[in-house]
T-cell receptor, first 112, second 112 residues
């Protein structure tokens, strides 16, 4: 079945450092890909998405490019802030979007 | 404000005592889902509903029931909770024509 693999955390960075969180997927067909963010004590919020190969999703300084050849959707940000500390989930949706398949989540900790 | 509302946010109960977690959305979304979040496993879908009176099993439906009598509500029922159902539960909704899922704030359930 479909699956998502993302790097183990926590990822610990200093403010203004460059961030990469790796995400690879296995899926039949042409899934849509998502990054969700979960701030402490809150539900998940959509951060960005890409629905076809070579699409780049971006939001709040975060970017991810849908790479079909490497089945990847790595999350990047050029300069992280303390307020970016959260858990980040990579996810895919196939078969009419009835289900989101999530990775295990990566906790990001940014120190001042 | 567009939102998905779950209640309660926190619940501690004893094995075997029936409970219901409510979920309501005010966006007129057709699709609703329940997920559970466990450490190291990410989020897994329990049940989903594509519209009123239309529900189906997700990946981990054992021990749960749902109903969709009204479009806005999608309660999760645990008829006889067991300790392995201790988890963080999220309700989500999405429009039939959209790709973004909106999540509630979560219900942390502890079964002792």
């Amino acid at each position: 079945g479909d699956s998502v693999t993302q790097m183990e955390g926590p990822v610990t960075l200093s403010e203004e450092a460059f961030l990469t969180i790796n995400c690879t997927y296995t899926a039949t067909g042409y899934p849509s890909l998502f990054w969700y963010v979960q701030y402490p004590g809150e539900g998940l919020q959509l951060l960005l998405k890409a629905t076809k190969a070579d699409d780049k999703g971006s939001n709040k300084g975060f970017e991810a490019t849908y790479r079909k050849e490497t089945t990847s959707f790595h999350l990047e940000k050029g300069s992280v802030q303390v307020s970016d500390s959260a858990v980040y989930f990579c996810a895919l949706s196939n078969t009419g979007f009835q289900k989101l398949v999530f990775g295990t989540g990566t906790r990001l900790l940014v120190s001042p | 404000e567009a939102q998905v509302t779950q209640n309660p946010r926190y619940l501690i109960t004893v094995t075997g005592k029936k409970l219901t977690v409510t979920c309501s959305q005010n966006m007129n979304h057709e699709y609703m889902s329940w997920y559970r979040q466990d450490p190291g496993l990410g989020l897994r879908q329990i049940y989903y509903s594509m519209n009123v009176e239309v529900t189906d099993k997700g990946d981990v439906p054992e021990g749960y029931k749902v109903s969709r009598k009204e479009k806005r509500n999608f309660p999760l029922i645990l008829e006889s909770p067991s300790p392995n159902q201790t988890s963080l539960y999220f309700c989500a909704s999405r429009s039939a024509g959209g790709t973004e899922a909106f999540f509630g704030q979560g219900t942390r359930l502890t079964v002792v």
